[in-house]
């Protein structure tokens, strides 16, 4: 299964716009860019998915590299309640896409 | 509408007892996953479920670990003679249904701690 690579942490302002990064450079051409994030002591939810075109949801956006190697989650104004670990995966549909590996993912610190 | 539940959300147990652990996936969801997640990590996936059926039980730890679903809902993850490093958050996740794009819809975990 293809991997993503994001940074540990990121720090940000409140009000202000994060982007949040993710390298997956062995992405296939039919593997979905899927984002969740986790705030603490619950599950996952769901952000954000995309496969070539940039995405917008009431959440955030989704700005996907033409070459697909890479992609960015932003968040528009980031608020104290963005603060989670967010994890960028990959999805395939065509198998399933049920063996999604989460990697560490990145830590959003905000700052009031 | 009702998300996953999970059940108990915190249990406690010697090393050595077997433990249960229970899902209920949002209603009409045919596909269901476990996952674990040890403190400070991302989430390892155990296994999944269509409808009834488990077809690859590969990413389970070891042979203590099985999982069984019944009627196409509710999910038991069961662990026998649990170690201490079974110790971990289990999380449970359901979908419309297996090989689509729709996100997975997670329960808050079960917390297992081994003593």
């Known amino acids: 299964d293809a991997k993503t690579t994001q940074p540990n942490s990121m720090e940000s302002n409140e009000e202000e716009p994060v982007h949040l990064p993710c390298n997956h450079s062995?992405?296939?051409?039919?593997?979905?860019i899927h984002w969740y994030r986790q705030l603490p002591s619950q599950g996952p939810e769901y952000v954000i998915h995309?496969?070539?075109s940039n995405v917008n949801n009431r959440m955030a956006s989704l700005a996907i590299a033409e070459d697909r190697k890479s992609s960015t989650l932003i968040l528009h104004r980031a608020t104290l309640r963005d603060a989670a670990v967010y994890y960028c995966?990959?999805?395939?549909?065509?198998?399933?896409?049920?063996?999604?590996?989460f990697g560490a993912g990145t830590r959003l610190f905000v700052k009031a | 509408g009702a998300g996953v539940s999970q059940s108990p959300s915190n249990k406690v147990t010697e090393k050595g007892k077997d433990v249960e652990l229970r899902c209920d996936p949002i209603?009409?969801?045919?596909?269901l996953y476990w996952y674990r997640q040890s403190l400070g990590q991302g989430l390892e996936f155990l296994i999944y479920?269509?409808?009834?059926?488990?077809?690859?039980k590969s990413g389970l730890p070891s042979d203590r670990f099985s999982a069984e679903r019944t009627g196409g809902s509710v999910s038991t993850l069961t662990i026998q003679r649990t170690q201490q490093e079974d110790s971990a958050v289990y999380l449970c996740?359901?979908?419309?249904?297996?090989?689509?794009?729709?996100?997975?819809?997670f329960g808050d975990g079960t917390r297992l701690s081994i003593l």
């Open positions: 209603s009409g969801h045919t596909a």
């Open positions: 996740a359901s979908s419309t249904r297996l090989g689509d794009n729709q996100p997975q819809h």
């Open positions: 995309g496969l070539t």
């Open positions: 995966i990959l999805r395939d549909p065509n198998t399933g896409g049920f063996k999604t590996i």
């Open positions: 479920f269509q409808g009834n059926s488990a077809p690859d």
């Open positions: 062995t992405i296939s051409g039919t593997d979905y």
